[in-house]
């Protein structure tokens, strides 16, 4: 008995042109950056905790209150020192990661009485808050989008400035290391609300 059944060609395989293939490439990088920054909103909007009371725990000890009501549909503050709980805990758990593995190697630079820096940086408010604003313009300038002059605006209008008042001898780190081999870490005073004007 003879198969009448009639077999198909396999398809012949796609071929891209060569001459597409750079653009198809930049096409699949920028498609990729965009969902890690939309992984890294979607962290962000699902560590938010829901305010509980009055006031929110912030770094430094100094008490946040709670977005109202028609803040809470839009979208929440970025600046980290605005964060409370678990959502202060979770950024800066990502931006040490960042600090430790890319900034430091890259651009810590010799640690000296005119250059000081503090291992303990997270636990100096004005440091928290300006690394984490170079941080966040890191993701934006060095994402495919910000196109080719991304990294070099970075470098100009972010981490230089950030640098001069990270590591100025009379800045936040001021009080801290001024040698690797001499650790130290002291946080300085900063006015009292009395001096401000702001007492009760």
Do not use: K
Request: glycine share 6%.
């Amino acid at each position: 008995m003879s198969d009448t059944s009639t077999t198909t060609p396999a398809p012949e395989p796609f071929r891209v042109p060569d001459g597409d293939l750079d653009d198809l490439a930049s096409t699949l990088a920028r498609t990729m950056a965009e969902v890690r920054q939309h992984g890294v909103i979607l962290d962000r909007l699902g560590s938010e905790p829901a305010p509980a009371s009055a006031e929110l725990p912030s770094p430094g000890g100094v008490p946040v209150a709670p977005a109202d009501s028609a803040q809470e549909d839009g979208p929440a503050s970025v600046f980290v020192l605005a964060l409370g709980g678990e959502a202060y805990a979770i950024e800066i758990a990502a931006l040490s990661d960042w600090v430790n593995y890319l900034f430091l190697p890259v651009y810590g630079r010799e640690i000296s009485t005119s250059r000081p820096w503090c291992e303990q940086w997270h636990e100096h408010p004005e440091a928290v808050a300006r690394l984490h604003a170079l941080w966040l313009a890191w993701q934006q300038l060095t994402d495919a989008e910000a196109g080719l002059s991304g990294p070099s605006t970075w470098h100009r209008d972010h981490l230089d400035q950030a640098l001069v008042h990270l590591r100025a001898p009379d800045g936040p780190f001021a009080a801290c290391t001024t040698s690797a081999t001499r650790p130290n870490h002291r946080l300085l005073a900063t006015p009292a609300p009395e001096h401000l004007g702001l007492a009760a």
